[in-house]
C-alpha cells in the first residue's frame, strides 16, 4: 500500500519528536549527570561512615596544624618590636613597616587558612546529625568542630581588627565570625560581638571535650584558650580562673628543659595543645619557624631586634638568651641570630603552662587575688630559666612587681610566638600605656594588619590604608 | 496502409530524433577575463530539466535544443547570472562563449546557516560569509588569523609571534567574564573541541586549537551574529558561531591542484634593550643615587664588576633569527551526477622568526557523497592532522621574554673562566652561563615538543522520501591526541638546577586525550502553501559528549643517563604512561585527571515568506547538559525574527538607485555554556595519613547547585543594501545584547574558607553598529573594488553582585571588572610627574591630591583594554590577468597596558631596560618622564618593584597595513602550452607596516592568559609578550 506523502513526512516528524522527547524526559535526564573524574568524590560518596565524618574533622586539625606551623605567630612578631627588619621579603617587611598593603600575598594566605577550618568546622556542625554517632560521640564531634573554629578566628581577629578595649563599648570593626557555610556578603562585626562568639563556642564546648590531648582540642585546651582571652579582654579575675582549672590540674609541668619546641621524642611537658609533626609520613608542621633559621648556609629572614637583645643582654645567668640568641658582629651591622628554632622540625607548642602561669601572676596581681599564688608561678618560671633561685622574686613583692616581672619574663619567654605584640595593645587599650613600636603607637592603622583584597565588597570594609 | 502508418511513425520519429540531436549550443564560460568557470551551469529557460554544466575548461554544450527562439540562463556562483536569447535554425550548432561578471552582491548565494542552508535574500539573521579566495589570500597559520578585517562586529587579535599561538576572536564585543568569550566553532557540522588551555600557558603561551585545520581544504566560512542565526545552537551560540565547510568535488571531471607557499617571517618591531655599558653606566647611577660609594655591586654576585663591563650580549639578537616557512598542498577532486570527492594532503612547516618555535603540520583530508539514488545520499568527511611543535619559552618564561628582561647584557653567553662558588667548581670555560637568566642556554638545554594527532570525522545520510521533505542523520567523532615531552638532560649543565639540585635531569611527558562525539538528525519540510505563502520547517534533535582526559608524568634522573631517558621518552611507540617498559624502568608519578560532558537537544526552526517579501522565523531550542547545575538542567533559547525585502514592493521596483534593500530585525535569548564541568557539586578529596598519620578527607569546594548557563538577550535590527544595480552593496546592523546571569569566577572573600566561586550574578550590555560597504569602483579591463567594514561596540558591565572589581580575577590580575565600566578596565594608581626637586614619582592618591607613595587603595578606573571600533577596508584592483589586494585593519580606541614597562623603566635591578629610560631624573630641577634611578624601590614609594600606574598605559589604536597580495594569473594560451587548466603566482607580504602612537613592540596584543577570565579581561597586556610577525612569501597555485 502506497503510503500518502503527509503520512511519511508526519511519521518522520513523530521519529524525530519522540527521540527528542526520550532524550529530554526524565529516564534521560540522568545522563546528564555524569560522574566526578579522577579522585574527587562527590559528598554524598565521601561522606558515608561515622569515620568519613571523623576525618572531616581530621582535616580541621590538618589545617589548623599549619596556621600554627610559625605563620601566625610571625605575622604578629613582625608587628612587634621583638624582630629586626627582615632581610628580603618584601610582604614581610609591609608587616613590618606597618604598612600592610591588600595585595600582600603572604598575608593573604595566612589569612585563608582559619577560614579553611571554619568552612570545615562547619559542614560538619550542619551533617553531622545525618549520622549514627551515640549522644557522646556526636556532642564531642561538635565540641572539637566549635573550639577548632573560635580558636582560629580569633588568631584572625587579633591580628586584622584593633584590640579589645581599643573603643568604650568595643563596637570597632572586627571579623566574620563565620558559622555557616552558606556564601553571603556581609558586613564586619564589632569586635565586642566578635569576643562573645568566640567565648561561646568555647563555653559550649567545654563540658563535652576529652579532658586533655596533646593535638586534639580538650578541656586544658579550651580552658587555657578562655583564660587568654579573657585576659585580652581585662577580665582578669576570670582569666585567673581559667587558668586555675588547668594549672590545678597538675597535669603539666614546667620540666627542666626551656625548649618547648621539641619532636615526639621529647616530652615537652609544660604543653597543653601542640600541633604535630610526623617525620615518618614527611608531614613537617614547622616550617613557618624556618624563617628564624641561623643554623644554615643561607642568612635567616628574621633577626631578633637589638632592642630586645639589650633587654636581656646583661643578665648573663637567663640561659635563654645564652642557648636561645646571638649576637652577630661579622658583618656591616650587628645582627641578632635567633637559635630557638634551629631544627628541621619539631612539634609547634600553641598553649603551654609557661603562658598560663605569667599570665594568672599578672591576672590575679590585677584584679586583688592570691599574691603569693602570683609569685610562685613567676618564680617558677624564673628558677628554670635561671637554674637557681637566685633571682626569685621575693615574698611579698607588690603586685606592681609582680606584674613588671611577669611581663619580663612572657617576652622573652614567647619570643617567637606572636604574644608581644598583644600585650602592647593589650597595656594600651586596657591600661593607657602608650607604647610605640618603631615610633609607631600602638593604636595606629598600620598596626593592625590589612585584609586581603578579596574580602572587599560592598558590605565588607576593609582596614583604613596608610600605614602610621 | 498500415506500412504507409509505419513509414510515417518511422520518419516523424527520426525527424524528432533528428530535431532533438540537431540543434546544438555550446562554448565556454569564462569570467571577465577569460579565465574558465568549471561547475558553471547553463539552464534553458521555461524547460525544466534541460541543462549542463561546465567542464573543467569551462566548456558546455547543450544538445537537443528544439529548434527556434530560446532563453539561456548561465549562472556560477559568485558570478552575476546571466541570460541571452538564442534563435536556432533546425540542426544549427551555435557557439555562444559566455563571460560572466563577478557578483558583488551575492544576494542569491547559498548561505550555510545551522542545520541547513539559506539563500541570503530570504534571511533574517545577520550572517557573514568568507569564501575560500578570501581566506586564502595570506599565508595564515590557522584560518582565523585570515579572517581579520573581513567581516564586520568580528574582532581577531593574532596570537603573538609565536608560531603555534592562539588568536582571540570576539563577535560583538565580550559578552561574559567568566565563562569562555570565543565562538563555537563547526566543522562540516562538527561542534569542534575548543580547548585554549590543553597546555595552559605554560611556555608563555596558549596553544591555538584550531591551527589543526589546513586552511586550503576550507571552502567557506559562515559567521553567525545575531539572535536569528545563532538560536538555533542554544546555550552555546551566545558568542556568535562560526560554521566551516570544507571543500567538495564539484561536478566535472579530474582535477588536480598543486599550490606551494614559500616565506620568511620577522618581528614586526625589534626589541631594543640597553646595551652592557649603558646598562651598568645607569646601574652605577643608581648605586650613587642611593648613596653608596665605590665600586657599584651587582644583584648577580658571579660577576665581578670588572668583568660585567667586558661582557656585551646582546640576547635579543641571540634568540632571533628569520623564519622560513613553507606550505604544500595538494588535492583532487571530481564529481559526477552520482558521486564527488575532495581528497586533499598538505604539509605546512612554520617557523616564526623566534629560534627553537616551529609548528609543522600534515593534514589528510577526504570528503565525499554518494548518491545512491533520487532519494538517498551518503556523505562522508574526514581529516585527519598531525602536528608537531617544537616549542621553547617565552614571555615571562624565557626566549625573547627573557631577552627583553631578566638577560641582563653583561651576562655571558657561556663562561670564560672557571667559575668557583664556595669553594667548589661550579662551571668550567666552555660551560653555559647559568647563574643568571640564559635563554640560549634553556633553549639548547630543554627539548620541548607537543605532538598532536586530531582527526574530525563525519558521516550523514540524507533521504528525502518525497519531494520537499528531507531527513538527515548525522554522526561525527572529533578525536584529539596530544603529547607533550620535555627533557631536560642531567649533568653539569642543566638549565633547571641552583647548585643544590645540580645535576637532575628531568624527563616529563603529558599525554591528553579527547574525544567528541556528536550526532543528530534532522527533519526539513518545504511547503509551499501556494504562490504567496512558503514555509520551511526544520525539527532536530541533538547528542553530544565530550571527554577529555590527561596525565602527568614526569621522571626525574640523577644518575647521568639522561640519554636513555630521553630516548625512551621520546622515542616510545606509545604514551610514556603506556610503556610497560618505561612504567617499570623509571620511577615516576603519574596523576590522572578526566572529564565528561555531555548536551542532549531538542531544535526547531520555521521560515515563512510571504509573497518573497515578507519573510519571518521562528527558532527554538532546548539544551540539557551536564554542565548545568542539578537546579537548572534545562535551558530553552528561542528567536523570533521578521524581514522585509522592500525593493521588491512595487513603488520600489522603479527606483532607479537602489536596487535591493532589506530590512531585518530580530530578538532571542542565547546561552553561553562555557562553564567549568564540576562546580555545581561538592567535592571531596581523600588523603591518607595526612595529619598525625590519620587520613582526612577535605571538600574541594563551595558547590553552586544553581549553577547556569549565561543568558544573552540580542536585539538586532539590520538593512541590507544593494545600489546602482548591486555596485554598491553592504549591510548597515544595530544590535544590543543584554546578558544575565553572567558567570564569574568570583574571587571569594576568604573568609568563605575557598578562594574561588563559580557564581552566575552578573550583568553585561553590548551595543553596537555595524557597517560594511562593497562597492564596485570600476569594472572592464581595469576593476577596482573596495570592500569596508567598521563596527563600534559599547560594552558595560551592568552588576557584579556585590562584589569588589577585585573580586573577579582572572589568572594575570591585569585588569578588573568595576561596574558601570567596560570588561578589561584598567584600575591603577594614577602616576602624575616627576618631582623635579628629588626626583621621586609623584603619584596621586584617591582625591587626587598628589602622593609620593604607591598605596594600591588609590586605584581608579584609568583605561580600557576593548577597543571602541574595529573594521577593516580592502581594496582589490585587477587588470588583465593581473590582481593586486591590499587589506588594511584597523583599531580605534583601545588602551594598551604595558605591563613590561614597570620593569624595563622601573627599578634598577635584575631587568635589562630599553632605552626610553634615558629620558630620567639626574639631579635637582631636571623634568623628566622617568623618575630617578634607585636599586631601593622604596625611593618610588613602594616596598616593590611591580609599581602599577596608568604611566603604562597607552592609546592602542593602530592601522595597520595587513596584507598584500600582487597576484598574477596565466591565460588560457599560457596554460594551454604548459598543459595546465589554471596557474597563478602570488607576491605577499603581511603586516607590512603599522600607523600607531603606541610606544611598545606592536599594538597587536593576544598576552598568554591563564583561564577563560583572563582570556577576556587581559587583551591588550603585553607582558613581554613577543611582538607579531611580518612576512614576505611567494604562492603558486597550479590546477592540471
Known amino acids: ?468 | 496502409m498500415k506500412r504507409t502508418l509505419q513509414s510515417l511513425f518511422a520518419l516523424l520519429f527520426s525527424m524528432a530524433v533528428w530535431s532533438l540531436e540537431a540543434q546544438v549550443v555550446k562554448g565556454t564560460i569564462t569570467d571577465k577575463s577569460g579565465e574558465p568557470l568549471p561547475g558553471a551551469s547553463v539552464l534553458v529557460v521555461g524547460q525544466s530539466g534541460t541543462g549542463t554544466a561546465a567542464d573543467f575548461d569551462g566548456n558546455y554544450s547543450l544538445s537537443g535544443l528544439k529548434a527556434g527562439k530560446l532563453t539561456l540562463e548561465f549562472a556560477f556562483i559568485g558570478f552575476e547570472t546571466k541570460r541571452v536569447e538564442v534563435t536556432l535554425a533546425e540542426g544549427e550548432t551555435k557557439t555562444l562563449n559566455m563571460a560572466l561578471a563577478e557578483s558583488s552582491s551575492q544576494l542569491d548565494e547559498i548561505v550555510v546557516v545551522g542545520y541547513g542552508v539559506q539563500r541570503r535574500r530570504n534571511m533574517t539573521g545577520n550572517v557573514v560569509k568568507l569564501d575560500a579566495k578570501k581566506l586564502n589570500d595570506m599565508p595564515a597559520p590557522s584560518f582565523e588569523t585570515a579572517m581579520q578585517g573581513k567581516a564586520a562586529g568580528v574582532q581577531i587579535v593574532t596570537g603573538s609571534g609565536l608560531a603555534g599561538s592562539a588568536s582571540v576572536v570576539r563577535v560583538r564585543g565580550i559578552s561574559s567574564i567568566g565563562a569562555g568569550g570565543d565562538p563555537l566553532y563547526i566543522v562540516d557540522g562538527v561542534q569542534l573541541n575548543q580547548d585554549y588551555f590543553s597546555r595552559g600557558n605554560s611556555g608563555g603561551m596558549n596553544q591555538n586549537p584550531l591551527a589543526f585545520l589546513n586552511p586550503d581544504d576550507i571552502e567557506s566560512v559562515e559567521i553567525l551574529k545575531d539572535a536569528a542565526a545563532t538560536a538555533i545552537y542554544g546555550s552555546r551560540g551566545a558568542n556568535g558561531v562560526i560554521l566551516i565547510t570544507t571543500k567538495r568535488g564539484n561536478k566535472g571531471g579530474l582535477q588536480f591542484n598543486f599550490s606551494t607557499t614559500q616565506g620568511i617571517s620577522e618581528p614586526t618591531k625589534r626589541p631594543q634593550m640597553l646595551n652592557s655599558q649603558e646598562y651598568l653606566q645607569l646601574y652605577r647611577e643608581a648605586w650613587i643615587n642611593d648613596g653608596n660609594t665605590g665600586t657599584p655591586v651587582l644583584t648577580n654576585p658571579a660577576l665581578t664588576w670588572d668583568e660585567a663591563q667586558r661582557n656585551n650580549t646582546d640576547w635579543v639578537d641571540q634568540v632571533v633569527r628569520t623564519g622560513y616557512k613553507a606550505f604544500y598542498d595538494f588535492n583532487v577532486s571530481k564529481g559526477t551526477d552520482r558521486y564527488n570527492f575532495y581528497a586533499g594532503l598538505s604539509y605546512d612547516q612554520n617557523q616564526s622568526y623566534i629560534i627553537g618555535d616551529e609548528y609543522d603540520r600534515m593534514s589528510a583530508r577526504f570528503n565525499g557523497d554518494y548518491r545512491v539514488n533520487d532519494k538517498l545520499t551518503l556523505s562522508a568527511s574526514t581529516g585527519l592532522t598531525q602536528s608537531i611543535y617544537n616549542r621553547v619559552d617565552n614571555a615571562w618564561s624565557g626566549g625573547l621574554g627573557a631577552a627583553m628582561s631578566t638577560a641582563l647584557p653583561y651576562y655571558p653567553v657561556k663562561w670564560d673562566r672557571y667559575y668557583v662558588s664556595a669553594g667548589d667548581t661550579v662551571a668550567r670555560p666552555g660551560d653555559w652561563f647559568l647563574q643568571g637568566t640564559n635563554p640560549v642556554a634553556q633553549r639548547e638545554l630543554k627539548d620541548w615538543r607537543i605532538t598532536d594527532l586530531r582527526s574530525i570525522n563525519n558521516a550523514k545520510i540524507t533521504y528525502s522520501p518525497i519531494k520537499n521533505f528531507t531527513i538527515l542523520a548525522s554522526g561525527s567523532l572529533d578525536y584529539f591526541q596530544s603529547m607533550e615531552d620535555i627533557w631536560e638532560p642531567a649533568g653539569r649543565n642543566t638549565y633547571q638546577t641552583d647548585v643544590a639540585t645540580r645535576g637532575q635531569g628531568t624527563a616529563q611527558r603529558y599525554p591528553r586525550r579527547s574525544y567528541n562525539y556528536n550526532g543528530f538528525l534532522t527533519g526539513t519540510y518545504d511547503w509551499q502553501l501556494n504562490d504567496d505563502n512558503k514555509f520551511a520547517f526544520m525539527l532536530g534533535t541533538e547528542y553530544q559528549e565530550n571527554f577529555t582526559r590527561s596525565y602527568y608524568i614526569t621522571t626525574y634522573d640523577t644518575n647521568g643517563v639522561a640519554n636513555g631517558i630521553r630516548n625512551d621518552v621520546f622515542d616510545a611507540p606509545s604514551a610514556f604512561y603506556e610503556s610497560a617498559d618505561l612504567r617499570n624502568n623509571y620511577e615516576f608519578d603519574s596523576v590522572t585527571t578526566s572529564f565528561i560532558s555531555r548536551f542532549m537537544s531538542f531544535f526547531g526552526r520555521v521560515n515563512y515568506q510571504y509573497k518573497g517579501k515578507y519573510l519571518a522565523q521562528l527558532v527554538l531550542r532546548s539544551d540539557g547538559s551536564s554542565r548545568f547545575g542539578p537546579n537548572n538542567r534545562f535551558g530553552y533559547f528561542p528567536s523570533v525574527s521578521a524581514g522585509w525585502i522592500i525593493s521588491e514592493e512595487n513603488w520600489m521596483k522603479e527606483n532607479r538607485i537602489i536596487n535591493y534593500l532589506k530590512l531585518k530585525t530580530s530578538i532571542g535569548w542565547i546561552g553561553n555554556a562555557n562553564l567549568t564541568n564540576t562546580e555545581f557539586v561538592a567535592r571531596y578529596n581523600y588523603a591518607s595519613q595526612a595529619y598525625d598519620g590519620r587520613d582526612i578527607l577535605y571538600p574541594l569546594n563551595n558547590p553552586n547547585p544553581d549553577l547556569r548557563w549565561e543568558t544573552t538577550q540580542v536585539i538586532d535590527l539590520g538593512l541590507e543594501y544593494g545600489l546602482f544595480e548591486d555596485r554598491i552593496t553592504g549591510e548597515l546592523a544595530y544590535y544590543r545584547k543584554n546578558t544575565t546571569d553572567v558567570l564569574l569566577n568570583v574571587t571569594l572573600p576568604r573568609v568563605s574558607g575557598f578562594s574561588n566561586f563559580y557564581d552566575n550574578v552578573g550583568g553585561l550590555l553590548n551595543e553596537g553598529f555595524e557597517f560594511q560597504i562593497k562597492s564596485r569602483n570600476l569594472v572592464g579591463d581595469f576593476r577596482w573594488t573596495t570592500d569596508f567594514n567598521i563596527a563600534y561596540n559599547h560594552n558595560e558591565i551592568v552588576s557584579l553582585g556585590g562584589y569588589s572589581p577585585d573580586a573577579v580575577g582572572g589568572g594575570t590580575n591585569d585588569t578588573r571588572t568595576i561596574v558601570g565600566e567596560p570588561v578589561g578596565t584598567n584600575f591603577l594608581v594614577r602616576f602624575s610627574h616627576v618631582d623635579p626637586t628629588t626626583g621621586r614619582p609623584v603619584y596621586l592618591d584617591i582625591d587626587g591630591n598628589p602622593t609620593f607613595v604607591w598605596d594600591p587603595a588609590n586605584r581608579v578606573p584609568v583605561g580600557n583594554v576593548l577597543p571602541d571600533a574595529v573594521g577593516g577596508i580592502t581594496n582589490n584592483f585587477g587588470y588583465k590577468q593581473w590582481d593586486l589586494s591590499v587589506l588594511f585593519v584597523f583599531t580605534i580606541g583601545s588602551d594598551i597596558y604595558d605591563s613590561s614597562s614597570k620593569r624595563q623603566l622601573g627599578r634598577m635591578d635584575d631587568w635589562n631596560k630599553t632605552p626610553q629610560i634615558f629620558d630620567r631624573w639626574r639631579a635637582p630641577g631636571d623634568e623628566a618622564l622617568y623618575p630617578l634611578l634607585t636599586l631601593d624601590a622604596a625611593n618610588h614609594g613602594s616596598n616593590t618593584p611591580w609599581i602599577n600606574t596608568d604611566q603604562w598605559i597607552h592609546d592602542g589604536s593602530f592601522l595597520r597595513l595587513r596584507n598584500v597580495t600582487l597576484s598574477y594569473r596565466l591565460n588560457r594560451n599560457q596554460l594551454e602550452k604548459l598543459g595546465l587548466k589554471g596557474a597563478q603566482i602570488s607576491f605577499i607580504g603581511t603586516n607590512l607596516l603599522t600607523f600607531t602612537t603606541y610606544p611598545g613592540l606592536d599594538p597587536e596584543i593576544a598576552r598568554d592568559f591563564e583561564n577563560a577570565t583572563d582570556r577576556n579581561m587581559s587583551v591588550n597586556i603585553t607582558y613581554l609578550t613577543p611582538p607579531q610577525e611580518r612576512t614576505y612569501s611567494v604562492r603558486v597555485n597550479v590546477n592540471f
Not at chain 1, 595566612?110 to 551515640?134: G, H, K, Q, S
Request: net charge negative; proline share 4%.
Open chain 1, 1 to 468: 500500500m502506497l503510503t500518502s506523502k503527509p503520512q511519511i513526512m508526519k511519521k518522520s516528524f513523530s521519529a524525530i519528536l519522540l527521540a527528542g522527547g526520550l532524550l529530554l524526559n526524565t529516564g534521560c535526564e540522568k545522563l546528564l549527570d555524569t560522574p566526578l573524574q579522577g579522585t574527587d568524590l562527590t559528598e554524598e560518596e565521601a561522606l558515608q561512615t561515622k569515620q568519613d565524618v571523623l576525618n572531616v574533622l581530621q582535616s580541621c586539625y590538618d589545617v589548623t596544624a599549619n596556621v600554627y606551623n610559625g605563620r601566625i605567630q610571625y605575622l604578629g612578631e613582625l608587628l612587634s618590636d621583638n624582630l629586626a627588619k627582615p632581610r628580603s621579603n618584601e610582604d614581610l617587611t609591609e608587616v613590618f613597616n606597618h604598612n600592610t598593603l591588600f595585595f600582600n600575598s603572604t598575608i593573604g594566605g595566612i589569612y585563608a587558612d582559619p577560614y579553611i577550618t571554619a568552612f570545615r568546622c562547619n559542614r560538619i556542625l550542619e551533617i553531622v546529625d545525618n549520622f549514627d554517632f551515640t549522644t557522646a560521640e556526636r556532642d564531642e564531634i561538635v565540641a572539637e568542630a566549635k573550639f577548632l573554629r573560635a580558636i582560629s578566628q580569633w588568631e584572625i581577629l587579633r591580628l586584622f581588627a584593633q584590640p579589645y578595649g581599643f573603643t568604650p563599648n568595643n563596637g570597632h570593626d572586627g571579623i566574620i565570625y563565620k558559622t555557616r557555610t552558606e556564601e553571603q556578603i556581609v558586613a564586619r562585626s564589632p569586635v565586642g560581638v566578635n569576643y562573645n562568639e568566640i567565648i561561646a563556642d568555647l563555653e559550649s564546648a567545654l563540658p563535652n571535650l576529652r579532658p586533655s590531648s596533646d593535638y586534639y582540642a580538650s578541656q586544658d585546651a579550651a580552658n587555657g584558650f578562655l583564660a587568654k582571652i579573657h585576659f585580652q579582654m581585662g577580665d582578669y579575675a576570670q582569666a585567673a580562673v581559667y587558668a586555675n582549672a588547668v594549672i590545678g590540674s597538675g597535669r603539666y609541668s614546667l620540666g627542666s628543659s626551656i625548649d618547648r619546641f621539641e619532636n615526639d621524642t621529647v616530652d615537652v611537658t609544660e604543653a597543653i595543645f601542640s600541633n604535630t609533626s610526623r617525620p615518618e609520613f614527611g608531614d613537617f608542621r614547622s616550617s613557618g619557624f624556618g624563617n628564624y633559621r641561623s643554623d644554615l648556609a643561607s642568612p635567616p629572614e628574621f633577626f631578633a631586634s637589638r632592642e630586645f637583645y639589650d633587654i636581656y643582654a646583661a643578665d648573663t645567668s637567663d640561659r635563654r638568651l645564652k642557648n636561645f640568641f646571638e649576637l652577630d658582629e661579622s658583618g656591616d651591622a650587628p645582627r641578632v641570630l635567633v637559635k630557638k628554632f634551629n631544627q628541621e622540625w619539631f612539634n609547634v607548642t600553641i598553649l603551654h603552662l609557661t603562658d598560663l602561669k605569667l599570665l594568672r601572676a599578672e591576672a590575679l596581681a590585677e584584679s586583688g587575688g592570691d599574691l603569693s599564688v602570683a609569685i610562685q608561678d613567676v618564680n617558677d618560671v624564673r628558677e628554670r630559666a635561671y637554674g637557681s633561685n637566685l633571682n626569685n622574686l621575693p615574698s611579698g613583692s607588690s603586685a606592681s612587681q609582680i606584674i613588671e616581672a611577669a611581663r619580663y619574663e612572657r617576652r622573652i619567654e614567647m619570643f617567637g610566638e606572636g604574644d608581644r605584640i598583644q600585650q602592647i595593645k593589650r597595656r594600651g587599650a586596657l591600661e593607657g600605656e602608650a607604647t610605640e613600636v618603631r615610633s609607631h603607637p600602638w593604636d595606629c592603622n598600620g598596626m593592625i594588619i590589612q585584609f586581603p583584597i578579596s574580602e572587599q565588597t560592598t558590605k565588607f570594609e576593609l582596614n583604613p590604608t596608610g600605614g602610621c
